[in-house]
């Protein structure tokens, strides 16, 4: 497909286990974004790649948060030892060169038990 | 810190009914402000970019306006498929996608 796709859509898990979300952003956008969105806080930004930088990774709300970007493409988002706040939709976005008009995908719902 | 502030929460509204959507925004160095729609369990889809108080874009029924404190969102004789969340969003850091979005407005048209 054109668009960004996510995985796993949606994935319920129990508390303390990891969990990884994967991100297939649109084939040549150089920007990777991951959001956070959760009932009454709305749309969070979590961490962005651009190119080969470093990710700025300043939205990512604990140590127990880490994302990759492997080859330019792929991104994962891992989340270790998961509690129960951090159920929510991980959307991820993806653009070409740091234009604010994101492309995003449908989402991956967590729900951790 | 940069706040982006969205009334009403939710607006119902008949078919043909014409409102606006407010966003005001606290960002320093503002540089743009970006209205997204997102429909009920998908991600938002972009619709708008306005750079400077003044700037005017539309896009079928919708006008989105933007002044030096805040932005609209006019809905003109809207339909039931116009129904979903509006977000208004304000760029930080040096990234245009690093975004701090509203809590959006949830619209409903009514046939």
């Known amino acids: 497909g054109a668009g960004v796709s996510q995985s796993p859509s949606n994935k319920v898990t129990e508390k303390g286990k990891d969990v990884e979300l994967r991100c297939d952003p649109i084939?040549?956008?150089?920007?990777l974004y991951w959001y956070r969105q959760s009932l009454g806080q709305g749309l969070e930004f979590l961490i962005y790649?651009?190119?080969?930088?470093?990710?700025?990774k300043s939205g990512l709300p604990s140590d127990r948060f880490s994302a990759e970007r492997t080859g330019g493409s792929v991104s994962t988002l891992t989340i270790q030892r998961t509690q129960q706040e951090d159920s929510a939709v991980y959307l991820c976005?993806?653009?070409?060169?740091?234009?604010?008009?994101?492309?995003f995908g449908e989402g991956s719902r967590l729900t951790v038990l | 810190e940069d706040q982006v502030t969205q009334s009403p929460e939710a607006l119902r509204l008949q078919e043909g009914e014409s409102s606006s959507l407010n966003c005001s925004y606290t960002?320093?160095?503002?540089?743009?402000l970006f209205w997204y729609r997102q429909d009920p369990g998908k991600g938002p889809e972009f619709l708008f970019t306005?750079?400077?108080a003044g700037e005017e874009k539309e896009k079928e029924r919708l006008k989105a306006t933007l002044t030096k404190k805040e932005s609209f969102l006019h809905i003109t004789a809207p339909k039931p498929e116009d129904s979903a969340t509006y977000l208004c969003?304000?760029?930080?850091?040096?990234?245009?996608?690093?975004?701090?979005f509203g809590q959006g407005t949830i619209l409903t048209v009514h046939p």
């Open positions: 976005a993806s653009t070409s060169g740091s234009s604010g008009e994101l492309f």
């Open positions: 084939s040549g956008h150089t920007a």
């Open positions: 790649f651009q190119g080969n930088s470093a990710p700025d």
């Open positions: 960002v320093s160095g503002l540089r743009g």
């Open positions: 306005l750079y400077s």
């Open positions: 969003a304000a760029p930080g850091g040096t990234s245009y996608g690093k975004l701090t």
